[in-house]
């Protein structure tokens, strides 16, 4: 990387670590140091909230995951709007009347503290893991470009989060949001224009637009309800609605953000902000993985993306096997390209047969290509067994490093790691304050000044902060490390909302029910997800939102019936 790009890089956030620091230098009580001073405008709740959901792992992932699979991830969001809306009408009212500091807190109340606590639980089992996952996703870059050793890259970026989380908590968070969320935005709309200028120059973006459908890139919307299918219109509405309502509604790194608001209008204002800025956002960035894919039509891709594994086989008894593949994978772009350059002048002559002929033969070759991916797979594990071959997440960064022009390479960096600052501060912000309001001032110490609950809530985010630390360093990549974020909350947050909407709408329902029906309803799910990992079963993640849900909410119904019959 140039010295220019670290420049940038370094001072970008470095600059906002400081305004953060400086602007939260006279926190000096629990109140300000948990929820601010709740005098956030609805702007900066709607950049907070969007900040915070927008981890490292959407500006890595996402882009990667439109290069192999296209745009349908996009239904994955299509149900936010909607979640938006009914918390604003439902849930908002009921956390400004009783000013609560977390979510978990209305639930002592309405049902007794074992249901409080055991949320409250839930909540830090997968909000601890999924911050870890945040502090991995960046390493992974760094350490790869840099060299060093993915635990230390792990260590240094964690360190510089939990500093400035634990001198200024949740306005630290809140105000640095706002810097990051500017960055972020105006780093992939340029990530964009740069995509569309480097194409060649016989390659218009209209061409790029309609080579990228033809190859099934474009697939935004599928009508087709099927349980096993990740994506599609009705995973996206159904189970991703459950989903958005418990993650915004329940999960305290985001309920932290909007009750910092100046009165409840601002934190409405907030949230419908995220609502109608958050799906154009995630397609602006599936878009850019799509350029990219068109961009390697023409320019040739590695035939793997993580150069790491590559070198892995340099000097060993695999490395004439891979120049072989390596020979034959030139071979098959360069043959890739001329069909595209064809397909595009059948485009223009509206050939629609010629447009399906060239399509078939790029089929062909793209499982050409496919195969001596895989084959390249193979070698990387014959060479070191523990290697991670999926190489998706590798697909941005590289255009990144090697295409972008210096100065642009470390603004993008900076794009990922102020993401990765953001959402990773959200988490250990809610962590702790989780522990101490909802367990440690309310069950393990109390009735001690707020000095003591101060401190402890600093202790506590340095605690949570090695926690995610440690996971982090013992994270294995999943499929797609988007999707490993969102499995791992789909996994609790249907119980989670389950919950909280028998707490809201049923009201006859008390916790000797709800407490035993959210075990079940937890068990439940988990296994489920242990019996479609096996291949037993067949249900995407997102459907566990609403099992589990159902699952709370039915049982509770159950249980209450029969405890009012034995009376």
């Known amino acids: 990387m140039n010295f220019l790009d670290w420049i940038i890089m370094l001072g970008t956030l470095l600059g906002i670590v400081a305004y953060g620091v400086w602007k939260t230098r006279k926190v000096d009580n629990t109140q300000s140091y948990l929820l601010g001073d709740r005098d956030l405008p609805w702007w900066t709740i709607g950049l907070s909230v969007m900040a915070t959901q927008a981890s490292a792992i959407t500006f890595l992932s996402t882009p990667g995951q439109a290069y192999e699979d296209g745009m349908r991830f996009a239904q994955f969001y299509f149900g936010l709007p909607i979640a938006m809306v009914i918390l604003c009408i439902f849930v908002l009212p009921i956390y400004y009347r009783l000013k609560v ?22 909540f830090l089992v997968q909000r601890g893991l999924a911050a ?3 502090i991995y996703a960046p390493a992974i870059i760094l350490s790869t470009i840099l060299g060093w050793p993915l635990r230390l890259t792990i260590l240094c970026i964690g360190a510089l989060v939990i500093f400035y989380t634990m001198f200024g908590g949740t306005k630290a968070v809140s105000v640095t949001q706002k810097q990051q969320m500017i960055v972020i935005l105006s780093g992939m709309f340029i990530a964009a224009l740069i995509l569309v200028f480097q194409l060649p120059e016989s390659v218009s973006f209209g061409d790029a637009v309609g080579v990228a459908g033809k190859m099934g890139k474009l697939n935004v919307v599928d009508f087709e309800f099927d349980l096993s299918n990740r994506y599609n219109f009705w995973s996206g509405m159904l189970g991703g609605v459950f989903l958005f309502l418990s993650y915004f509604g329940t999960d305290q790194s985001q309920v932290q953000r909007y009750l910092s608001g100046k009165s409840l209008t601002e934190s409405r204002l907030g949230l419908l902000f995220n609502g109608i800025l958050k799906v154009p956002m995630q397609f602006l960035v599936l878009f850019v993985g799509v350029l990219v894919f068109v961009f390697f039509q023409f320019q040739q891709p590695p035939l793997h993306f993580n150069s790491a594994n590559l070198e892995k086989l340099e000097n060993t008894t695999y490395e004439n096997e891979l120049e072989g593949l390596q020979s034959q994978y030139n071979t098959v772009f360069y043959s890739q390209r001329e069909e595209i350059q064809s397909m595009m002048q059948a485009m223009e002559a509206e050939d629609e ?8 033969r790029l089929s062909a070759l793209r499982q050409t290509e496919n195969e001596l991916r895989e084959a390249t797979k193979g070698l990387i594990l014959q060479a070191d067994p523990a290697a991670k071959v999926k190489d998706t997440d590798y697909v941005f960064i590289t255009f990144v490093t090697e295409y972008l022009p210096v100065g642009l390479v470390g603004l993008l960096l900076a794009v990922i790691f102020s993401a990765a600052m953001s959402s990773t501060a959200s988490e250990l912000n809610a962590l702790a304050t989780t522990t101490v309001v909802d367990l440690y001032r309310r069950s393990w110490v109390t009735g001690k000044d707020d000095r003591h609950y101060l401190n402890a809530s600093k202790i506590f985010t340095v605690v949570w902060g090695g926690i995610a630390l440690v996971f982090a360093s ?14 791992v ?6 119980t989670i909302l389950g919950i909280f909407l028998v707490a809201f709408f049923m009201k006859k329902v008390g916790g000797r029910a709800v407490f035993p029906a959210a075990l079940i309803g937890e068990v439940i799910v988990l296994l489920i997800f242990t019996l479609n990992s096996y291949g037993i079963i067949e249900i995407a993640y997102l459907w566990l939102n609403l099992i589990g849900c ?18």
């Open 132 to 134: 870890g996952l945040t």
């Open 353 to 360: 047969s010629a447009v399906t002929a060239a399509q078939q």
């Open 474 to 487: 013992t994270a294995n990549l999943f499929e797609n490390l988007i999707q490993a974020v969102n499995i």
């Open 101 to 122: 500091y977390t979510a978990y807190e209305y639930l002592e109340g309405r049902f007794d503290l074992r249901t409080r606590t055991l949320t409250a639980v839930l």
């Open 550 to 567: 159902g699952l709370v909410m039915s049982i509770a119904w159950i249980l209450h019936k029969g405890q009012s019959s034995a009376e």
């Open 489 to 494: 909350g789909s996994l609790f947050y249907g």
